[in-house]
């Protein structure tokens, strides 16, 4: 498979979005070090690293990683979810007349990668609660969580299967196109265990903004595989009328 480096200088689009994504941390990080900056001069005193950490996101609060992780959470589906509908985007080609397919290819790649890291910054943190806590074991394997364990487990899974199918962007030169797709059809159903596991294991799914987001995602996604399912049939369709054609000539 080509090398990132490779893919930059071919493909200008690709370096737009990798420099808009440094631009981003590289802001990320300012904020954050200009309000440390802030919160030393309010003080009045030069505190430790440590004490203007924990002034600046309040370490000591109980509630504190329970917070992180519901937010990652909530934005590592998401992050899934946008994946599983440019993926069917990709392979429908709805960008390519507008679109470098290179870069709806990469931008894919990069989608997945966000979602795997804020799902895994989502488990990280739940072991570092003090409210739900959940042992290393318990994030690892499925189904052993005194927390839902059904679902919890169907959203460990899901992640698995998540990785699995982002790990065949690095290795796809070495399988054939069809195990590639196949374990590709398997994002489908990462991204239906995140939903459900999302739904039933989450804290904030009572909340009618959530169930409006998990209702919309979930209906844009059954329209986008109707879609990709339609057009994978109608070339299909396409193929098959065009090869009577041709044994039809050739008969002649």
Request: proline share 2%.
């Given at each position: 498979?080509?090398?990132?480096?490779?893919?930059?200088?071919?493909?200008?689009?690709?370096?737009?979005?990798?420099?808009?994504?440094?631009?981003l941390?590289?802001?990320?990080g300012?904020?954050?070090?200009?309000a440390?900056g802030?919160?030393?001069?309010?003080?009045?005193?030069?505190?430790?690293?440590?004490?203007?950490?924990?002034?600046?996101?309040?370490?000591?609060?109980?509630?504190?990683?329970?917070?992180?992780?519901?937010?990652?959470?909530?934005?590592?589906?998401?992050?899934?979810?946008l994946?599983?509908?440019?993926?069917?985007a990709?392979?429908?080609?709805v960008?390519?007349?507008?679109?470098?397919?290179?870069?709806?290819?990469?931008?894919?790649?990069?989608?997945?990668?966000?979602?795997?890291?804020f799902?895994?910054?989502?488990a990280?943190?739940?072991?570092?609660?003090?409210?739900?806590p959940?042992?290393?074991?318990?994030?690892?394997?499925?189904?052993?969580?005194?927390?839902?364990?059904?679902?919890?487990?169907?959203?460990?899974?899901?992640?698995?299967?998540?990785?699995?199918?982002?790990?065949?962007?690095?290795?796809?030169?070495?399988?054939?196109?069809?195990?590639?797709?196949?374990?590709?059809?398997?994002?489908?159903?990462?991204?239906?265990?995140?939903?459900?596991?999302?739904?039933?294991?989450?804290?904030?799914?009572?909340?009618?903004?959530?169930?409006?987001?998990?209702?919309?995602?979930?209906?844009?996604?059954?329209?986008?595989?109707?879609?990709?399912?339609?057009?994978?049939?109608?070339?299909?369709?396409?193929?098959?009328?065009?090869?009577?054609?041709?044994r039809?000539?050739?008969?002649?």
């Open positions: 498979m080509r090398s990132l480096e490779n893919s930059w200088v071919k493909h200008p689009q690709s370096k737009i979005l990798a420099g808009i994504l440094l631009v941390f590289l802001l990320a300012g904020i954050v070090v200009l440390a802030l919160l030393a001069l309010r003080t009045g005193v030069i505190a430790s690293p440590l004490k203007l950490l924990n002034d600046l996101f309040a370490l000591d609060n109980i509630h504190l990683w329970w917070y992180i992780s519901r937010a990652s959470g909530l934005m590592g589906y998401l992050l899934l979810w994946s599983t509908l440019w993926g069917f990709v392979s429908s080609k960008f390519d007349s507008f679109i470098e397919r290179m870069f709806t290819y990469d931008f894919h790649e990069y989608l997945s990668l966000l979602g795997l890291g799902v895994g910054l989502h990280l943190v739940l072991t570092l609660d003090r409210v739900e959940f042992s290393l074991t318990e994030v690892l394997f499925p189904f052993i969580s005194g927390y839902r364990p059904f679902w919890t487990g169907i959203g460990i899974i899901a992640f698995y299967l998540s990785a699995l199918v982002t790990v065949t962007f690095y290795i796809r030169s070495k399988i054939s196109m069809k195990t590639f797709r196949a374990i590709h059809y398997l994002g489908i159903a990462a991204f239906a265990g995140a939903l459900f596991h999302s739904l039933y294991a989450g804290t904030d799914s009572a909340l009618t903004w959530v169930q409006g987001m998990y209702w919309g995602t979930f209906l844009s996604t059954v329209f986008f595989l109707v879609y990709w399912l339609g057009s994978l049939w109608l070339k299909k369709s396409r193929n098959g009328r065009q090869s009577r054609l041709e039809a000539k050739a008969s002649r």
